[in-house]
């Protein structure tokens, strides 16, 4: 029968570390965090003087190799109360600016429309014109006729 039973063997055999061995890597891991740690520490004094005119965080992977730059990750900076312009013109969004074009273009139609000056307009006031025709013409037929029932009153009176 196999070492894993019916289902087979996985993985490894398991290795163990010599006690020596994680010792001496202890003691090399201290003597680094000293010596770097006192290094830093006099080396922090300058890096101090820089950072304030460079300000750049530390780049992880190949950021520090190659210049990235992502359109869609966009920094927050935020502004202080002071630096806040009240007075300056607030950025619309794009249907606000739609709206808006729409309500002038609808207004500069009727002032045209009002001044006769559109396509619509004129056949407006042709077909008013026409209305009016009719109506006059409609009115002077029932004078006439009124005219002449009169007279014919007058005539069977006499």
Request: charged fraction near 50%.
């Amino acid at each position: 029968m196999p070492r894993g039973g019916k289902k087979g063997h996985k993985g490894r055999g398991k290795q163990f570390s010599n006690p020596e061995e994680i010792d001496r890597q202890m003691r090399a891991q201290k003597e680094l965090e000293e010596n770097g740690g006192a290094e830093r520490g006099s080396s922090s004094e300058s890096e101090e003087e820089t950072s304030s005119d460079d300000e750049q965080p530390k780049r992880k992977g190949v950021e520090g190799l190659i210049e990235i730059e992502n359109p869609n990750r966009v920094s927050q900076k935020s502004k202080k109360v002071v630096e806040i312009d009240v007075n300056a013109p607030k950025e619309l969004s794009r249907r606000e600016r739609e709206e808006i074009e729409k309500q002038k273009a609808k207004e500069r139609y009727m002032k045209l429309h009002l001044e006769g000056k559109t396509e619509q307009a004129r056949a407006d006031l042709a077909r008013l014109a026409i209305i009016k025709k009719q109506r006059e013409d409609a009115a002077k037929k029932r004078e006439e006729l009124r005219k002449e029932k009169e007279a014919e009153e007058a005539k069977s009176k006499r």
